[in-house]
């Protein structure tokens, strides 16, 4: 089990898990950029998550956080929050 989590495949499952999800409600909804959105701030820091795990440099889990946070406010702004 904890080689699962030392080579980030913990976080592959769960991005692979969220891209079905994404699938589905595109396919149900239709929507495809909103849907997109939604999930992309929580997909960007799932990477940060797996770039720590496998020992990236910090500079990759950073970068992977800094992106998620504007990927946020747009998500945030379309639902008119």
Do not use: C, N, Y
């Amino acid at each position: 089990m904890s080689s699962l989590f030392a080579t980030g495949h913990a976080v592959d499952i769960v991005l692979a898990v969220m891209l079905v999800e994404i699938i589905i409600l595109i396919k149900r909804r239709g929507h495809a950029a909103t849907i997109i959105l939604a999930f992309l701030p929580g997909a960007l820091i799932l990477l940060a998550v797996r770039a720590a795990l496998t020992g990236a440099g910090w500079q990759w889990v950073a970068l992977a956080l800094a992106a998620s946070f504007p990927a946020h406010l747009a998500d945030l702004r379309r639902r008119g929050l």
